[in-house]
T-cell receptor
Framework: GENVEQHPSTLSVQEGDSAVIKCTYS??????FPWYKQELGKGPQLIID?????GEKKDQRIAVTLNKTAKHFSLHITETQPEDSAVYFCSSGGSYIPTFGRGTSLIVHP | NAGVTQTPKFQVLKTGQSMTLQCAQDMNHNSMYWYRQDPGMGLRLIYY???????DKGEVPNGYNVSRLNKREFSLRLESAAPSQTSVYFC?????????????FGPGTRLTVT
């Protein structure tokens, strides 16, 4: 089955800095790559996604890049703010069922 | 429009007891999922239902059963709870199945088995 690796597990930045979280996947048939944000005590919520026919997608301060040849995709957050502090999960929509990375705890210090 | 709702929010069981976690969605989605979340392990799929009347095993199905009661409701049953099933359980739904579309998650059920 699909295997999704996510790094780093913890990321600490100063407010205003950029943050980058990286994921790799194994199933070459995967073609949908969402990112979810989970705030404390809540369920995950989609923040951005990308399909395999594009290499990059932006939405204000967040962007996702995809390299299908290398089988990796990344989440980029610019001008981080304290409210960006949360756990972020990448996911790969493989040929059958969704698979999630283990999560990255992002801490933004004011 | 409540989205995905789960009951109960919290539950404490003794080893060997049984219980059913309830999930309902009001978005007319075909696909529904049950995940467990453990520290450092991310979200692991227990069971999913691609459409009403069908269910399939995910990554960690042992010790669980599911029922897709109708298009709205998807329940998860623990027949004989074990301490290893202490976890936070999330239900999710999606319009598109097979992991090909956005999933909408419920608020979770925090289960402790003593």
């Amino acid at each position: 089955g699909e295997n999704v690796e996510q790094h780093p597990s913890t990321l600490s930045v100063q407010e205003g800095d950029s943050a980058v979280i990286k994921c790799t996947y194994s199933d070459s048939a995967s073609n949908y790559f969402p990112w979810y944000k989970q705030e404390l005590g809540k369920g995950p919520q989609l923040i951005i996604d990308i399909r395999s026919n594009v290499g990059e997608k932006k939405d204000q301060r967040i962007a996702v890049t995809l390299n299908k040849t290398a089988k990796h995709f990344s989440l980029h957050i610019t001008e981080t703010q304290p409210e960006d502090s949360a756990v972020y999960f990448c996911s790969s929509g493989g040929s059958y069922i969704p698979t999630f990375g283990r999560g990255t705890s992002l801490i933004v210090h004011p | 429009n409540a989205g995905v709702t789960q009951t109960p929010k919290f539950q404490v069981l003794k080893t060997g007891q049984s219980m059913t976690l309830q999930c309902a969605q009001d978005m007319n989605h075909n696909s529904m999922y049950w995940y467990r979340q453990d520290p450092g392990m991310g979200l692991r799929l227990i069971y999913y239902s691609a459409s009403e009347g069908t269910t399939d095993k995910g990554e960690v199905p042992n010790g669980y059963n599911v029922s897709r009661l109708n298009k709205r409701e998807f329940s998860l049953r623990l027949e004989s709870a074990a301490p290893s099933q202490t976890s936070v359980y999330f239900c999710a739904s999606s319009e598109v199945g097979g992991g090909q579309g956005e999933q909408y998650f419920g608020p979770g059920t925090r289960l402790t088995v003593t």
